[in-house]
């Protein structure tokens, strides 16, 4: 026996059917889409991470061969330029790496990436903990930020403390008087400071007049 179906009822099964249909369809593209941008925003994260990392490895390498380059920015004459507003590069030069003024770019996937460092000297505390205000210098600890920017992305940025294992000294002989100026000194140059007072020569011994 056969059941007759109404024209009317029918139409009405096809337009719930199509809409159905459609809101499954709708999903499934906007869920490929979100997906597709995650992945996307993701390669992105991850490309600037690794640019961040290298900056950071490469001025560990620098700080390992030569402190005070990082400690005196650029070039290891004090005081330096530190600070966020005085940007570094690294560049590789006769296969090892160098840091300069400006900011460094490195294009991936067709995506520009601006990127540079600064430097910042650290305090501590009478525990030696580090302490953002207050405490004294440490001479042997810097700070290096990392900043990366690339197109529809704000500041990306990472910091880590470096530390220097091990000091250098020098030491001198036979001063005399009219070796006598500003310092402070971190080499032999034969010029010595008198800012600590006066200073007093007598038979090749250094005595200040404080």
Known sequence: ???????????????????????????IVSTIGTSLITSKKTKQVTAAT???????????????????????????SCPGNKGSSNHYKIVLSDGSWQMQTGEATSTID??????????????????????????????????VTTMITWSGETNFTMSEYLTRA???????????????????YTYSSGIYSTTSGDVIIENSAIKLNL
């Open 1 to 27: 026996m056969r059941i007759p179906i109404q024209k009317g009822q029918a139409l009405a099964e096809v337009l719930i059917a199509v809409v159905v249909a459609g809101i499954v369809i709708g999903g």
């Open 50 to 76: 690794g640019l961040v990392q290298e900056d950071i490895e490469a001025v560990k390498a620098i700080a390992s061969s030569n402190w005070l380059t990082i400690y005196c920015p650029p070039a290891g």
């Open 110 to 143: 067709e995506l520009v990436y601006t990127h540079y460092f600064y430097l910042d000297n650290v305090n501590r505390d009478e525990g030696g903990d580090i302490v953002e205000s207050g405490g004294t210098e440490d001479p042997s600890t810097q700070k």
């Open 166 to 184: 091990t000091s250098a000294y020098f030491h001198d002989f036979n001063w005399s008087s009219g070796n006598l100026g500003d310092g402070p």
